[in-house]
């Protein structure tokens, strides 16, 4: 089993951005394929970025290609979002997860979840 810590949310005004981070603990973090899914209120969880354990394949949801990326430092046990040219839409709480499974494509099933960390976009 894996734990994930998020860090690196807050508040920020459009156009700005930020880079969320989750560090892992426990067994081998560069066995797991990691991805990012954020949930806005009233609203249900989605897929946001993933990446292979390689970290030689990447997948994004298609509301942030081009302004989000995904990396991860199997060195350091964590995994990144940098999120930039950020829009009041991508208010939510992000969460990190992880995975044995093979990953795909953005609809690969994640096991293990952390606890979230808040992204607010003023306008």
Known sequence: ??????????????????????AASGRTFSNYAMGWFRQAPGKEREFVAAIR????????????KGRFTISRDNAKNTVYLQMNSLKPEDTAVYYCAATLRPLIG?????DYWGQGTQVTVSS
């Not at 953005?106 to 994640?110: E, G, L, V, Y």
């Open 1 to 22: 089993q894996v734990q994930l810590v998020e860090s690196g949310g807050g508040l920020v005004q459009a156009g700005g951005s930020l880079r969320l981070s989750c």
């Open 106 to 110: 953005t609809m690969t099933p994640f």
């Open 53 to 64: 354990w390689g970290g030689s394949s990447t997948f994004y949801a298609d509301s942030v």
